[in-house]
């Protein structure tokens, strides 16, 4: 049924626990790595996108989901013909007053559904890049900073979504699905950067610091010293 599907008719959003990862855990914790990856996979060609941060968070999985959305226009893809599905975790959730992913997504014109609880099989196409990754890609490397954890899980995904045969795919790369299907939307897609959402959250919302004084009066904007973003 899915292969019948139209390109980019449900991406599956997620969230993955990186810390419970053994190979990762001394050195997330050592080097100061993300704790998250959030997952976005388009359940027809395979193609998927994350990005990492160190919270569990709504504003994070928004975040994404705004940052996919403008990628997916950008390259050709009608987002008023896209369904947004996720679980009823609370990065997910909103309510009347604290709006969220399904919100952001509905806004740009596309659809949203949460799937029933307790029914992850309907998440299998999310969860499944989950186990593949944490096999060859988080039970395998080792990190010597941070510039190299980014550079070697930007590189993982390049390979993933552009060359990796997938066997629950006809042995094809979800760029191959791409190609194979529609000539209106631009190769480019497949070459998503990983996001550091920790990071693009900071330039969003950045931090200030007040100078020091001798009492307790608020200091002009103009005054304020504005700390690094990181």
Do not use: C
Request: hydrophobic share 35%; charged share 20%; net charge positive.
């Amino acid at each position: 049924m899915k292969k019948n599907w139209r390109l980019f008719q449900q991406l599956s959003a997620d969230t993955k626990y990186l810390q419970d990862i053994p190979h990762y855990w001394p050195q997330m914790t050592g080097l100061g790595l993300p704790k998250f990856q959030y997952t976005v996979r388009d359940v027809t060609s395979g193609l998927t996108f994350v990005g990492y941060a160190d919270e569990l968070s709504k504003s994070y999985s928004t975040l994404l989901a705004e940052r996919v959305s403008a990628h997916l226009a950008w390259h050709g893809v009608e987002l008023a013909g896209v369904e947004w599905q996720t679980d009823n975790g609370s990065e997910f959730l909103e309510g009347a007053e604290h709006r969220g992913l399904p919100s952001a997504v509905q806004a740009l014109g596309s659809g949203h559904h949460y799937i029933p609880p307790k029914a992850y099989t309907w998440q299998s196409d999310v969860e499944t890049v989950h186990s593949l990754q944490e096999r060859e890609f988080f039970h395998r490397e080792v990190f010597r900073s941070k510039s190299d954890f980014w550079s070697k899980v930007m590189t993982y995904w390049y390979y993933f979504n552009i060359a990796r045969p997938n066997r629950g795919k006809e042995n094809k790369s979800p760029l191959d699905h791409i190609l194979e299907r529609t000539k209106t939307i631009s190769p480019a897609i497949a070459s998503w950067k990983a996001l550091d959402l920790s990071a693009l959250h900071r330039q969003y919302f950045p931090r200030y610091q007040s100078a020091k004084r001798g009492h307790d009066l608020p200091v002009h904007p103009s005054r304020m010293e504005p700390q690094g973003s990181g």
